[in-house]
C-alpha cells in the first residue's frame, strides 16, 4: 500500500492551494481517507476526514469553513482544498487511509489509521 501526497508549496496568507493524495495498492473505494498535518515544534494534529463514499467529512476546529477535502474513489485520488489560508497553517501535510472512518477522525494522538503517505510541506508566507 503507498499514498502519496502532493501539491504543497509556498502560499501568501489568505491565498489558496490544492493538495492531493493518491493511492495504490488497495482497493481505495472501500477505504476512508483525510489528511493530519504536523507544524515545526508541534504534534500532529488531526485536519479532516472523509468516508469511503464521500458523503460524510469532518474537519479539524482550526480549519472549519476554510478547508474542504473531496475525493475520486475512480482515480484512487483525495484532494484537501485549503482557502483562506493563514500563517498558522504551515506545515507537513499527510494523507492517511484506513477501513474506518472513526480511525481516522480522531485527536487520539496514537493517530490509529493503516496507512499514510509522506507529507507535502505547506508554507504560507506573510
Known amino acids: 500500500v503507498q499514498l502519496q501526497a502532493s501539491g504543497g508549496g509556498l502560499v501568501p496568507a489568505g491565498g489558496s492551494l490544492r493538495l492531493s493524495c493518491v493511492a495504490s495498492?488497495?482497493?481505495?473505494?472501500?477505504?476512508?481517507a483525510g489528511w493530519y498535518r504536523q507544524a515545526p515544534g508541534k504534534e500532529r494534529e488531526f485536519v479532516a476526514a472523509?468516508?469511503?463514499?464521500?458523503?460524510?467529512?469532518y474537519y479539524g476546529d482550526s480549519v472549519k469553513g476554510r478547508f474542504t477535502i473531496s475525493r475520486d474513489n475512480a482515480e484512487n485520488m483525495t484532494y484537501l482544498q485549503m482557502n483562506s489560508l493563514k500563517l498558522e497553517d504551515t506545515a507537513v501535510y499527510y494523507c492517511?487511509?484506513?477501513?474506518?472512518?472513526?480511525?481516522?477522525?480522531?485527536?487520539?494522538?496514537?493517530?490509529?489509521?493503516?496507512?499514510w503517505g509522506k507529507g507535502t510541506l505547506v508554507t504560507v508566507s506573510s
Open positions: 495498492g488497495l482497493r481505495f473505494g472501500d477505504y476512508a
Open positions: 492517511a487511509a484506513d477501513l474506518k472512518l472513526e480511525e481516522i477522525a480522531t485527536t487520539d494522538p496514537k493517530m490509529p489509521a493503516d496507512y
Open positions: 472523509i468516508n469511503w463514499s464521500g458523503r460524510t467529512k
